[in-house]
C-alpha cells in the first residue's frame, strides 16, 4: 500500500483538495485499494476545522466528491508512517522538514514537482482563486498518478 500525506498550511483550502481530488481519480482507476491518502497542516491555526467553503464549492462544481475532514498538524510521526509527504509550497516543505526532523529518506516534495515544475501552488485563503489553485492541483495530482501507478 502506498501511503500519502499532503501537506499545506493550515488543512482547509490546498491539502484538502489534493486529497479529495486524488482520492476521486484513485477510485475511478479503481486503485483505491492500494492507496492510503490523508492530509495535515503544518500549522495550528485551523486544527479540528472543516474544509475551506472556497474548496467546497470549487470541487462541487466540478463533481468531486467532498469527504469527511477535519484539519490536523502533521507530526513527527507521520514521517515514518506515509511514503509521500507532499506540499504545496516551499514554505510547507521548510516547516515540513522542521516536524519531520530532516528528510533523511527523501519523502518530502512538493506536489508540482512531480509534473516537472518548481513553482508553488498559491494559496486561494489569500489568493481567492480557488479555481487556479484546483488546475495546479489537479496537474499536480495527475502527475503523481501516472508516476505511481
Not at 485551523?46 to 474544509?51: K, L, Q, R, S, T
Request: net charge neutral.
Amino acid at each position: 500500500m502506498i501511503k500519502i500525506l499532503f501537506v499545506c498550511h493550515g488543512n482547509v483550502c490546498r491539502s484538502t483538495m489534493a486529497q479529495f481530488v486524488f482520492q476521486d481519480m484513485v477510485n475511478k482507476c479503481g486503485k483505491q485499494s492500494e492507496f492510503q491518502i490523508d492530509s495535515a497542516a503544518t500549522s495550528r491555526e485551523e486544527i479540528g476545522n472543516g474544509p475551506h467553503y472556497g474548496t467546497v464549492r470549487k470541487l462541487n462544481e466540478i463533481g468531486f466528491p467532498v469527504l469527511h475532514h477535519r484539519a490536523r498538524q502533521m507530526t513527527r510521526q507521520d514521517y515514518s508512517q506515509y511514503d509521500y509527504l507532499i506540499g504545496m509550497d516551499a514554505a510547507n516543505i521548510r516547516n515540513m522538514n522542521r516536524i519531520a526532523g530532516g528528510d533523511k529518506d527523501g519523502k518530502i516534495h512538493k506536489l508540482l514537482e512531480f509534473a516537472g515544475k518548481e513553482r508553488d501552488i498559491a494559496d486561494p485563503w489569500y489568493t481567492g482563486n480557488f479555481d487556479r489553485t484546483y488546475e495546479d492541483v489537479k496537474e499536480g495530482c495527475t502527475a503523481l498518478l501516472e508516476k505511481l501507478v
